[in-house]
């Protein structure tokens, strides 16, 4: 969106609250730079919380180029997804707790691609906060088959789309519902990096 009134706009079209969100050139962590807004319904609030993260990303240094605007997600627990291509051993694809708090609790399980089903169930579960999915103090149980498939499709995609050197959703919401990627980055190489060893390869049985 260009600006406040598009995004305002669009609430009004869909009539749900929204999720605003500051766009700038070199802007990874929004949240570092106050350009996250959430909840936001009606026209002067949306255009006073935008004014308003634009003079926050203003002084954290980015000029901001437009919003984007997303229909707020369900509540639910929040992972980070990704993965990124090691020079040695190919594509990694790896599961954390996920949102602003990521870099903090540092709790991350890996696996190289191609994934398997076992994979996928298995990495999940070596989170340390996984009991977050599971109904933890009486909070609802969420969907952990829609974070496996999720890893499991982004194990193809890498595989398939060697082009892609780095992939990250964060956050990964996950609820009763399903698993909805809120925010999605990618880093794309002209050149598709080597294959791994053939020694590093799974091979079958």
Do not use: W
Not at 109 to 117: F, K, S
Request: with cysteine; proline share 7%.
């Amino acid at each position: 969106m260009p600006d406040a009134a598009a995004a305002a706009a669009f609430a009004r079209r869909h009539r749900c609250p929204i999720a605003l969100k500051g766009v700038a050139d070199g802007l990874v962590h929004r949240t570092d730079a106050g350009a996250v807004a959430v909840d936001l319904s009606g026209k002067r609030t949306i255009e006073r919380a935008a004014g308003e993260m634009a003079i926050r990303m203003e002084a954290a240094g980015h000029r901001p180029t437009g919003f984007m605007v997303q229909a707020m997600a369900a509540p639910g627990v929040e992972l980070l997804v990704g993965a990124v291509v090691d020079p040695t051993f190919g594509p990694v694809v790896a599961v954390a707790a996920g949102g602003a708090t990521a870099e903090l609790l540092g709790d991350t399980a890996l696996r190289l691609t191609p994934l398997t089903d076992r994979d996928a169930h298995d990495v999940v579960r070596e989170l340390r906060t996984f009991p977050l999915l599971g109904g933890y103090r009486g909070a609802p149980r969420v969907d952990v088959e829609a974070v496996e498939q999720t890893l499991l499709r982004m194990s193809a995609l890498v595989a398939t789309h060697h082009e892609i050197a780095e992939l990250e959703c964060n956050p990964l919401v996950v609820s009763p519902e399903g698993a909805i990627a809120v925010d999605v980055r990618a880093r794309v190489e002209l050149v598709s990096p080597e294959a791994p060893e053939p020694s590093l390869r799974r091979t079958g049985g």
